[in-house]
């Protein structure tokens, strides 16, 4: 699995980022999704399959980002996977209340849980169906 240090804050940003496969045809219906939710413009939707240098500006890896969802909020934090959406969500209109329930629940490892061999399966998927970045 891999993670990132939390605690690292490589740059302050005054908006939340997105890292997503925009050659995963399922992340990018996902995110087109979100995308129109966010009709004020509150977070940076990074497409890493066109936008890799932005990746060294984030001191993220191509394999780090291909592996899970990654959110870089607006303090400075990183939050991955399952807390990676719970951290987009707190920003969407429709679904703020579903980030709030996990999180008063503490519903989130559980989702991690889930989410993990699902990532590894939408990667495997990714790489057989359509061309996997090289550098991963």
Known sequence: MVTLDRSVCVIQPNQTTIFYDGGCPLCRREIDHYRRIDQL?????LDIT?????????????????ARLHVFDRDGFWHTGAYGFASMWAELPRYRWLAWALRRARLLPALEIVYIPFARWRLKRRCTVSPCPSSL
């Open 41 to 45: 413009g509150r977070m940076r939707w």
């Open 50 to 66: 066109h936008e890799r240098e932005a990746l060294a500006t984030y001191g993220l890896s191509v394999h780090a980002s291909m």
